[in-house]
């Protein structure tokens, strides 16, 4: 409310109370917040600023890229008293202008298509080469030169439309000598059609009262219509009309034409080839901008950033002096964000958010190298809530050991490390597109070594290539196990690591629930059903039943004491069906790992099979080849769903609470450049 008053002693601010937020003081109480819930801890920051600051202030925030501009608390209460939204035209501007970039390049693509990849390789541009403002200009006229021709030819299609339907439409009139304007004062003449039922006989009847003073002549005739031009005296005008409707004539108007139809069908043809070269003329002029491409996509980079800054400036409020600003940033990132404003006269609170603000708190996870590419499959499934877990560290050795038991294959394997590190290292690419082929290095790197274990290469590919080159030799690679031959162990395995990440599960549930002073919860969901698996192993191995009995005995109880009234009988009966059912089939699942593996396998040496039957080494790796490719590009994809089922359905369902907001800060991030 004070904010024009207030806005004077802003500075004073500035230099005194807001020095009490000190970067020591932030990242202290941000490291214990992040211990407790590993998710990047967040604060909330408030900021006045004076107006005349304000564009300056935020590109050193935006340049600096870890602050989300959120909605003024109370702006609708501040709207009433005093305070005002930021004038939109910026807003406006940049959208146009990201919208206009976006069109020319659009544009540059049909008509001056460059040859590209999968993926486009990003230039590496300086910040001053970026932010020039020569190369902005220059960009501007060229999107401007683009967009006018491009606005052209839409209008030359309206047209050569216009003319063609025009050509048409005469094209039935085109053996009459008669203008189409014709008005004599005695005698009148009409253009119409009737149905191809209507025979000559009926229309001479027609005109046969009128004493010779009404007269048809056919234009043309169609599979439905005959196109009629009717001359008559103006004294029988109205009757001759009125007979010839009875029959189903329907007159035809050619309003605003001059001439005969042929007269005019020669104008629209010659229109219609000078629309085609004037469009030939700005299509090649279009394809001749083609160098201009690369000023395009930096432009389109610098008006998309400059786009993201407008839209967090309309989340301001502000009077002429001064505006307020509100949002989130890393709580590590406290003393960054001091140094950035020090050349600034501004105020700036940060603090913890309360727990009832949890579910407005942005997520951003904490990342290293072998977590980020996880954040694919989690944003996938859904961003945890602030304040809960972070599922990546947790996920990610599962998720990639997985992968490489499906896929088993050391071919396969190298494969994909060429392809994440070539990818990666060529053409850089960014968000989920870099997070996909990084978790590919990795489950290739997992894919190699458990291939090595199987002895996998392409399937058995060496082998059978070794048998054609030289008959009656016998050559395998060392494998610790076979898919085909050790099938019992490696579907225990299978049902083994589920059981162990399972577990893993129950104890990451089994943590939080007494982090929140739920203990019973912790004992009769957790402890309990391990002492049944523990009894369940005993007594699989002739240990006895005692730990067994002592679990079930547990299970019974659970519901017992946590139930109410007959919820103590229906909750037994729930609990007993549900754990079971859902530990049993949560167990069963995991021999997907084992099928995978085996169908890869055998699929693969089928294909080398019968590339080998011709026995000729080309025949054989031409063959071998397709099918391994086609065997790989299925066991890719199919590899990905089903270890995506298996963290998701199996693994989440036992600790994981999504629902959390992306941490989307304002930043100088680039599509097609790369900022040095």
Not at 65 to 84: K, N
Not at 421 to 439: A, D, Q
Not at 474 to 499: C, Q
Not at 590 to 596: S, V
């Amino acid at each position: 409310k004070d904010a024009r008053g207030g806005a004077r002693g802003v500075r004073k601010d500035a230099e005194g109370g807001a020095r009490e937020i000190t970067a020591r003081g932030a990242v202290d109480r941000g490291r214990g917040c992040e211990k407790r819930m590993a998710i990047v801890a967040m604060k909330h920051l408030r900021l006045v600023g004076l107006e005349s600051e304000r564009e300056a202030l935020l590109k050193a925030l935006q340049d600096m890229g870890c602050v989300e501009v959120s909605g003024v608390d109370g702006a609708e209460d501040a709207l009433h008293e005093g305070f005002a939204r930021p004038d939109d035209r910026a807003l406006l501007s940049a959208q146009e202008s990201a919208r206009s970039y976006r069109t020319a390049l659009a544009a540059l693509d049909r008509y001056a298509p460059e040859k590209k990849g999968m993926f486009r390789k990003r230039a590496a541009v300086t910040r001053e080469e970026f932010f020039s403002a020569e190369n902005a200009e220059a960009a501007k006229a060229a999107a401007d030169a683009l967009n006018d021709r491009q606005r052209r030819l839409g209008e030359i299609e309206s047209e050569r439309t216009k003319e063609e339907t025009l050509r048409a439409s005469l094209a039935p009139w085109l053996t009459l000598d008669v203008p189409l304007d014709r008005e004599d004062g005695a005698l009148c003449a009409a253009f119409g059609t009737v149905g191809i039922a209507v025979t000559d006989e009926t229309l001479n009847a027609a005109c046969a009262d009128f004493d010779g003073l009404a007269l048809w002549q056919q234009a043309s005739a169609d599979r439905s219509l005959r196109y009629l031009f009717i001359a008559c005296h103006e004294s029988v005008k109205d009757r001759a009309m009125a007979a010839l409707r009875e029959i189903g004539f329907s007159p035809v108007s050619f309003r605003g034409l001059h001439g005969t139809a042929k007269e005019n069908d020669e104008r629209a043809k010659a229109r219609l080839d000078e629309l085609s070269r004037e469009k030939q003329d700005i299509e090649a002029h279009m394809a001749g901008l083609g160098d201009k491409r690369a000023l395009l996509l930096r432009a389109s980079d610098r008006a998309a950033i400059t786009l993201r800054r407008e839209e967090a400036k309309s989340r301001l409020v502000e009077t002429d002096k001064a505006f307020l600003l509100e949002g989130w940033l890393p709580a590590d990132r406290c003393g960054a964000l001091e140094q950035t404003l020090a050349p600034f006269t501004c105020a700036v609170e940060t603090r913890e958010p309360t727990e009832d603000e949890y579910p407005q708190v942005p997520v951003q996870l904490r990342n290293n190298k072998l977590t980020r590419p996880l954040n694919m499959v989690t944003e996938m499934y859904s961003l945890p809530a602030y304040g809960t877990l972070d599922p990546n560290p947790l996920m990610a050795p599962f998720f990639i050991l997985f992968y490489g038991i499906m896929m088993a294959d050391m071919g396969y394997g190298l494969l994909m490390i060429l392809a994440s590190v070539i990818i990666n290292k060529k053409y850089r690419p960014k968000g989920t597109s870099g997070e996909l082929f990084s978790l590919l290095g990795l489950c290739g790197v997992s894919t190699f070594i458990m291939g090595a274990l199987t002895g996998g290469f392409f399937g058995d590919f060496l082998t059978q290539l070794v048998a054609i080159v030289s008959p009656g030799t016998v050559f395998a690679l060392p494998k610790l196990f076979d898919p085909l031959d050790d099938l019992t162990m490696i579907l225990i395995g299978s049902m083994a690591l589920g059981m162990v990440q399972i577990v893993t599960g129950m104890a990451i549930s089994l943590i939080e629930k007494c982090k929140r002073k739920k203990f019973l919860d912790a004992f009769f969901e957790e402890v309990t059903w391990w002492l049944v698996f523990l009894g369940i192993a005993l007594l699989a191995l002739g240990k006895g039943a005692a730990v067994l009995y002592a679990g079930i005995a547990l299970v019974v109880l659970g519901p017992i004491v946590q139930g109410k009234g007959w919820g103590k009988l229906t909750g037994l009966f729930g609990s007993i069906y549900n754990h079971v059912t859902g530990y049993f089939g949560d167990i069963l699942s995991y021999t997907r790992l084992m099928a995978l593996m085996l169908a890869g396998s055998v699929i693969a040496q089928v294909f080398n099979m019968l590339a080998a039957m011709p026995g000729n080494v080309i025949a054989f790796l031409i063959i071998s080849m397709l099918g391994n490719a086609m065997n790989f590009g299925l066991n890719l994809l199919g590899c990905y769903v089903h270890d995506l089922r298996l963290q998701c359905l199996e693994f989440f369902n036992k600790f994981y609470v999504d629902g959390g907001k992306p941490f989307r800060p304002m930043t100088l991030d680039t599509e097609y450049v790369d900022l040095q």
